[in-house]
């Protein structure tokens, strides 16, 4: 079992910067596909990008597509979200999750019914 533990959500300006962290324990971080997904108030939760067990494969919903990078550092069991451009759009909770896959599983995924293991959020707030 693996516990995730979000943080680096914050307020900031449209158009600025946030990086946000994901740290994993209990168990390998490699042995995990991982996801960021987010929910605004009043909406049903959202596909953010997910990133394959190697780092090799990385998907992203349209809306942040060219603006948000994944990526991870399984030797620091941490996977980060590095959002740039932000627009009020953006204002939700940010969720870390995590699907355990086996070794030859390098895919993604982007259903949250596919991850087993959630954080506990973080608050992005973006002001217009």
């Known amino acids: 079992q693996v516990q995730l533990v979000e943080s680096g959500g914050g307020l900031v300006q449209a158009g600025g910067s946030l990086r946000l962290s994901c740290a994993a324990s209990g168990r390998a971080l490699s042995n995990y596909c991982m996801g960021w997904f987010r929910r605004a108030p009043g909406k049903e939760r959202e596909f953010v990008a997910a990133?394959?067990?190697?780092?090799?494969?990385?998907i992203y919903a349209d809306s942040v597509k060219g603006r948000f990078t994944i990526s991870r550092d399984n030797a620091k069991v941490t996977v980060y979200l590095q959002m740039n451009s932000l627009k009020p759009e953006d204002t939700a909770v940010y969720y870390c999750?995590?699907?355990?896959?086996?070794?030859?599983?390098?895919?993604?995924?982007?259903?949250?019914?596919?991850?087993?293991?959630w954080g506990q959020g973080t608050q992005v707030t973006v002001s217009s």
């Open positions: 990133i394959g067990r190697s780092g090799g494969n990385t």
């Open positions: 999750a995590a699907r355990p896959v086996p070794l030859w599983d390098v895919g993604v995924r982007r259903s949250g019914d596919d991850y087993g293991y």
